[in-house]
Each structure stands twice: as structure tokens, then as C-alpha cells.
């Protein structure tokens, strides 16, 4: 069956640690993988696209890898702050772009 | 502000009411979206419009009803809903190139649902 999956227990870590996040899937091929932020009674806000054929792609202090033998992307936070504190949804985004499946999402707090 | 703007935010329905959520995107994209998402579940895609014709429906019940006039505005109406319907419905947008098929998806507030 297609699954995707993220950590669902939350992730609590120290204010300027990295903070990892990770992403499985089986049974999709994914043109595309992507990472959203959501706030409480927010939409998600996109953060970063990672292609099939990138290893891995950076912005600012996210990084995101993307491993299509694995099947997993990890998402990481250098440097982090309590203002990082949220729920961080992973999206795969089937050949013909209008399919996004999204994944349950992880809920990260950084303590201060 | 993310540029996708929804009403109402909260909405409070009987089972027997007919009720409608409204979309609208001011960024000028071409494609519209209507996700669900309840507590602690993945969001779902209901419905996708491109260029106003719809090109998903994941299997939805005929008690939503989506309407697409124009590539700006997107509406969900409901009736005869069931109190598992309760949730906070998302609307979103995005820019499809004729080669690009990025989906950076822009998301409204989101209307958050209570049947009772």
C-alpha cells in the first residue's frame, strides 16, 4: 500500500541545535518533494521543493535531503530558534503536478 | 497574507443545512485546490481545478459539491453533511506552467467546520 510517514510524536529540542525531521514513503514515485510549515489555525506555508534527480538543496538555515533509493527526505533546522516552533508537513508530488499527498506532519518546539 | 482568502473562518452547521465556503486567490494562478484536514490526520485532497476545469476528485461525497467560475474563485457547498465532516477545510493555489510542474501551493486561513 502507498504510505507516507513523519515522526508523529513531536520533536522538543534546545534553542541553537539542529533540529532533523524526516520523511518516508513507499509505493509513490514522486517527481517532486516538499516541505510546508503550519502554525496553529494557519494554512501550511511552503518552505522548500526538492527535485528526484537533487541529493539536496539549502535555504537560508534549512536544509533538505531527498534520497529516492531510501525513499526518505530529512529536513533540518541549524541553528534553531523558538520561533521554529511548529508542525512541519512533508508533500510528494506525483508526475502531472496536480496530486500533492502530504504526510501527517511533525510538531517541533524549541525551547528557549 | 498569503494572498488566498477564505470564508468563513468558523462555521457552525445542522445536518440538514446547506451551507457554502468560499475561496478566493489574488495571485493569478491557474490552479485551485479544497483539502480537509482533521485532527492528527494528513491533509486530503478533495478537489483540483486547472484553468477552471476539475481535474481531481479523490473520491468525495456527492455532499460536497465544488464550483469553479472563474480561475480567482472556488466554492465548496455543502449539504446534508455528517458530523464526521467536522474539520478545518483548506483552500490553496498554485501557478502551472505549460512545462514547469513545480505546485508551490499557496494556502488560505482555512474555514474551520463544526457539523452538529
Known amino acids: 500500500s502507498q504510505k507516507i510517514e513523519q515522526n508523529s510524536e513531536a520533536l522538543n529540542i534546545q534553542e541553537g541545535k539542529t533540529a532533523t525531521l524526516t520523511c518516508n514513503y513507499t509505493?509513490?514515485?514522486?517527481?517532486?518533494l516538499q516541505w510546508y510549515r503550519q502554525d496553529p489555525g494557519r494554512g501550511p506555508v511552503f518552505l522548500l521543493l526538492?527535485?528526484?534527480?537533487?541529493k539536496e538543496k539549502r535555504k537560508e538555515r534549512l536544509k533538505v535531503t531527498f534520497d529516492t533509493t531510501l525513499k526518505q527526505s530529512l529536513f533540518h533546522i541549524t541553528a534553531s530558534q523558538p520561533a521554529d516552533s511548529a508542525t512541519y508537513l512533508c508533500?510528494?508530488?506525483?508526475?502531472?503536478?496536480?496530486?500533492?499527498?502530504f504526510g501527517a506532519g511533525t510538531r517541533l518546539f524549541v525551547k528557549a | 497574507e498569503t494572498g488566498v482568502t477564505q470564508t468563513p473562518r468558523h462555521l457552525v452547521m445542522g445536518m440538514t443545512n446547506k451551507k457554502s465556503l468560499k475561496c478566493e486567490q489574488h495571485?493569478?494562478?491557474?490552479?485551485m485546490y479544497w483539502y480537509k484536514q482533521s485532527a492528527k490526520k494528513p491533509l486530503e485532497l478533495m478537489f483540483v481545478?486547472?484553468?477552471?476545469?476539475?481535474?481531481e476528485n479523490n473520491s468525495v461525497p456527492s455532499r460536497f459539491s465544488p464550483e469553479c467560475p472563474n480561475s480567482s474563485h472556488l466554492f465548496l457547498h455543502l449539504h446534508t453533511l455528517q458530523p464526521e465532516d467536522s474539520a478545518l477545510y483548506l483552500c490553496?493555489?498554485?501557478?502551472?506552467?505549460?512545462?514547469?510542474?513545480?505546485?508551490?501551493?499557496?494556502f488560505g486561513p482555512g474555514t474551520r467546520l463544526t457539523v452538529l
Open positions: 508533500a510528494l508530488v506525483l508526475t502531472g503536478g496536480f496530486k500533492t499527498i
Open positions: 481545478y486547472n484553468f477552471k476545469e476539475q481535474t
Open positions: 526538492i527535485r528526484e534527480n537533487e
Open positions: 509505493n509513490y514515485s514522486p517527481a517532486y
Open positions: 490553496a493555489s498554485s501557478q502551472e506552467g505549460r512545462t514547469s510542474n513545480y505546485n508551490e501551493q499557496f
Open positions: 495571485l493569478g494562478h491557474n490552479a
